[in-house]
T-cell receptor
Framework: GNSVTQMEGPVTLSEEAFLTINCTYT??????LFWYVQYPGEGLQLLLK?????DKGSNKGFEATYRKETTSFHLEKGSVQVSDSAVYFC??????????????FGQGTILTVHP | DTAVSQTPKYLVTQMGNDKSIKCEQN?????MYWYKQDSKKFLKIMFS???????INETVPNRFSPKSPDKAHLNLHINSLELGDSAVYFC?????????????FGEGSWLTVV
């Protein structure tokens, strides 16, 4: 099945710093790739996604580009805010039409942003 | 309106007890899931149902029994609770016939076994 390797945390940054959270994947074919975010005390929610190679997903100032040649989907933001403090999960779905969208989540990366 | 709602949000219980967590989604999705998140934030799928039929069962102990009375509900019953069952349990749903669909999560149920 598909899997991801995500940068281990925790990551601690000052407000307005540049953020990169690395994510590389192994997959059969070219599945859609996702970043989910989990704010304190809440469930996960979709942050952004890319459905094919070279696509760039973006939302709330975050971006990630689906790079087939390096099998990566790194998350970036130019200037983080305290409100971005959360746990970030990179996830590809299982390949195949019978997968029922099962997502393979890992340990996530805990981000803390200080004022 | 909450898309995926689960109850209770917090549950503290003693070892050996039996407890249930309920989940409902109003998104019209065909597929529902239970995930378990440990204290280190590691998130792992437990079960998946599609149209009330069990699709995924990820080597979960038999003490955990999901039940789906209809495609909008997926409940989780846990027998003989153990200390190691303490975790956050997330219900989720998706329209997931094809890969690439977004999964929508509930807010989680914090289970503490003492």
């Amino acid at each position: 099945g598909n899997s991801v390797t995500q940068m281990e945390g925790p990551v601690t940054l000052s407000e307005e710093a540049f953020l990169t959270i690395n994510c590389t994947y192994t997959a059969t074919g070219y599945p859609s790739l996702f970043w989910y975010v989990q704010y304190p005390g809440e469930g996960l929610q979709l942050l952004l996604k890319a459905t094919k190679a070279d696509d760039k997903g973006s939302n709330k100032g975050f971006e990630a580009t689906y790079r087939k040649e390096t099998t990566s989907f790194h998350l970036e933001k130019g200037s983080v805010q305290v409100s971005d403090s959360a746990v970030y999960f990179c996830a590809p779905p299982e390949a195949g039409g019978t997968s029922y969208g099962k997502l393979t989540f890992g340990q996530g990366t805990i981000l803390t942003v200080h004022p | 309106d909450t898309a995926v709602s689960q109850t209770p949000k917090y549950l503290v219980t003693q070892m050996g007890n039996d407890k249930s967590i309920k989940c409902e989604q109003n998104l019209g999705h065909d597929t529902m899931y239970w995930y378990k998140q440990d204290s280190k934030k590691f998130l792992k799928i437990m079960f998946s149902y599609n149209n009330k039929e069990l699709i995924i069962n990820e080597t979960v102990p038999n003490r955990f029994s999901p039940k789906s009375p209809d495609k909008a509900h997926l409940n989780l019953h846990i027998n003989s609770l153990e200390l190691g069952d303490s975790a956050v349990y997330f219900c989720a749903s998706s329209q997931a016939r094809l890969s690439g669909n977004t999964i929508y999560f509930g807010e989680g149920s914090w289970l503490t076994v003492v």
